[in-house]
């Protein structure tokens, strides 16, 4: 089972940056193949997909909403996923979730693709 740990949230002015971390607690063999991905919720809604990048780490795939503010980046000498936040928006306020595949599908819109979940992290952006 892989566990997944978020850590880098917190409040940010508009216009400012954070980065969010993603550590998964798993052998690095055995999440060769996995895709990463984030999502952010807000109270009373579905999930939304925000980026997602691929097991090799070489392509990369974000929501219209954050294209050219947002990177998502991995590690995998630190079985670490990072997503890298720009100009915050305060719509932008919710709670992130790092996610993972068993094998990267290469479809990430959708919450249901995706196996592992982290506990989420609070990112609010004040205006």
């Known amino acids: 089972q892989v566990q997944l740990v978020e850590s880098g949230g917190g409040l940010v002015q508009a216009g400012g940056s954070l980065r969010l971390s993603c550590a998964f607690s798993?052998?690095?063999?055995?999440?060769?193949?996995?895709?990463w991905g984030w999502f952010r919720q807000t109270p009373g809604k579905e999930r939304q997909f925000v980026a997602a990048?691929?097991?090799?780490?070489?392509?990369?795939t974000y929501a219209d909403s954050v294209k050219g503010r947002f990177t998502s980046s991995r590690d995998n000498g630190k079985n670490t996923v990072y997503l890298q936040m720009n100009a915050r928006k305060p719509e932008e306020t919710a709670v992130y979730y790092c996610?993972?595949?068993?094998?990267?599908?290469?479809?990430?819109?959708?919450?249901?693709?995706?196996?592992?979940w982290g506990q989420g992290t609070q990112v609010a952006v004040s205006s």
């Open positions: 990048i691929n097991w090799s780490g070489d392509r990369t």
């Open positions: 996610t993972g595949q068993k094998v990267d599908s290469g479809s990430y819109y959708s919450a249901a693709e995706w196996n592992y």
């Open positions: 798993e052998r690095p063999f055995s999440t060769f193949r996995m895709g």
